[in-house]
């Protein structure tokens, strides 16, 4: 299974961009698809994670209201839009996804993942 993201880059504060992460190697979408994030000097921390059917779905708190992530399994593909971007979001961005029924506190938890993309770095400066 490869995980590859895309649509990072530099952005000027309350701006936005749309990150996006496309499964290959599997037939079927993911049950469960996460983004998390890793700022330079810091550990790496949940964004955001949605399942397969929706169900599941959970945002950390700093991003909520700001962030939405959705997801298109006819593409196995999972989007994080994100919005009123500030300096605190820069970050590298990583994609984890694994085929396993995970319940929500599962789901937090990036030692539960077994997939994981490359990561794809987001700035946020003016």
């Known amino acids: 299974v490869e995980l590859n993201e895309s649509g990072g880059g530099l952005v000027q504060p309350g701006g936005s961009l749309r990150l996006s992460c496309a499964a290959s190697?599997?037939?079927?979408?993911?049950?469960?698809m996460t983004w998390f994030r890793q700022a330079s000097g810091k550990e790496r921390e949940f964004v955001a994670t949605?399942?397969?059917?929706?169900?599941?779905?959970s945002y950390a708190n700093s991003v909520k209201g700001r962030f939405t992530m959705s997801r298109d399994n006819a593409k196995k593909t999972a989007y994080l839009q994100m919005n009123s971007l500030k300096p605190e979001d820069t970050a590298v961005y990583y994609c984890?996804?694994?085929?396993?029924?995970?319940?929500?506190?599962?789901?937090?938890?990036?030692?539960?993942?077994?997939?994981w993309g490359q990561g794809i770095e987001v700035t946020v400066s003016s």
């Open positions: 949605r399942s397969r059917d929706g169900l599941r779905q």
């Open positions: 190697g599997v037939t079927s979408s993911p049950y469960v």
């Open positions: 984890a996804a694994d085929q396993k029924y995970m319940i929500l506190s599962q789901m937090w938890n990036q030692k539960a993942y077994e997939y």
